[in-house]
């Protein structure tokens, strides 16, 4: 999630246990745990741009890292606090708001490694959009009053009101994918598999995706009162031998397409702007197109120690926005 979503539900969730004085101390040390995670994002490197991918929402996400991120975090923060709270208190807050980060990002499509170091199964229970509005805003609204009235009642109702909004999502997911399955089986298709993920800021615009016989298809659906579905297009899977055949086994870029494939969950496609270029297809500005916001480059030429080029694509034109708010609000 967003970082404001992030630390707006970690302070959220700290003031429940705060009483009236220590309210604003609590917000404070919840939205510096909840955003604690994502400080995995300096694990990077120069010449190799898929570290990033393995490290990101990786062990700082881990469900068993949380009392060890929390006595961290509580550790950095005591000094700040050590005269109004004791220690005790400062480490429940920054758990309570660590706790939230992890399990929040799940909610997403992005895939996060909860059970790490037991598990690399990265978990998207794809039921809201890394950016909701309509999650978030009225989470900072009962944080703010619950600072400014001095009470955790308004903690209580936006984690209640958090609580509401993902099982909602979870709603929305499920009735999405029934309708992606009545839009394959129109088609004479049986999937091998089919995901639906929200589009960007909302739980109503759903992203289809379902694979069948070497293809992938992807559709949006408007799960509204009745569904309505926007028809999109298909796109040839990954065969790394029938689209590489040149690609040397053993080579960096063989094995960053292997990272690749376990970053993407194997949801890999050839653009059809370049052929040398394969994009993870769950991801596209607007729904019911393959227009990928990111990818690997490889290139005929490079040396068997060179790395793939990671690209990225998240512009939008003003035909594009129109398209989408009409697919949103029509």
């Known amino acids: 999630m967003d970082p404001v979503t992030q630390s707006a539900l970690g302070a959220s969730l700290a003031q429940t246990q705060s009483n009236s004085n220590k309210v604003w101390a609590a917000a404070i040390l919840g939205c510096i745990g909840g955003l604690a995670p994502d ?9 190799d741009p898929l570290l990033f991918l393995e490290y990101h929402r990786q062990f700082t996400h881990s469900l068993i ?23 005790k208190e400062v480490y429940l807050f920054c758990f309570l708001g660590y706790a939230t980060h992890g399990l929040l990002d799940a909610c997403t499509t992005y895939g996060t490694l909860l059970l ?29 009053l619950s600072i400014a009235r001095k009470t955790n009642f308004f903690s209580r109702v936006a984690v209640t009101w958090v609580i509401l909004y993902l099982m909602v999502g979870l709603i929305q997911r499920d009735r999405a994918i029934e309708a992606g399955k009545e839009i394959a089986s129109s088609r004479a298709h049986q999937p091998t598999r089919l995901e639906a993920k929200p589009s960007f800021g909302n739980i109503l615009l759903w992203k289809i995706v379902y694979e069948q016989e070497g293809f992938f298809y992807v559709d949006a659906v408007r799960v509204g009162i009745t569904p309505r579905v926007y028809e999109g297009t298909k796109t040839e899977k990954l065969d790394i031998d029938k689209h590489f055949p040149w690609l040397e086994i053993g080579s960096q870029q063989r094995k960053d397409i292997n990272r690749f494939h376990w970053f993407s969950n194997n949801y890999l496609g050839i653009d059809q702007k370049n052929e040398n270029k394969i994009i ?4 596209s500005m607007l729904p019911d197109e393959i ?38 609000f029509n």
């Open 291 to 328: 227009d990928a916001l990111w990818g690997i480059e490889l290139s005929e030429t490079a040396t068997r120690e060179e790395h793939v080029k990671w690209v990225t694509s998240r512009e939008m034109n003003a035909k594009d926005i129109e398209k989408f708010w009409s697919m949103l």
């Open 65 to 87: 890292f949380i009392p060890f991120g929390s006595l961290i975090v509580s550790l950095f923060c005591w000094k700040l606090f050590k005269h109004g709270l004791t220690f």
């Open 116 to 144: 790490w170091p037991f598990s690399d199964t990265r978990f998207a229970w794809n039921n809201i959009s890394i950016i909701d509005p309509l999650l978030t805003l009225p989470l900072l609204t009962f944080v703010i």
């Open 39 to 47: 400080l995995d994002v300096l694990i990077s490197s120069s010449k």
């Open 280 to 283: 993870d297809i769950r991801y």
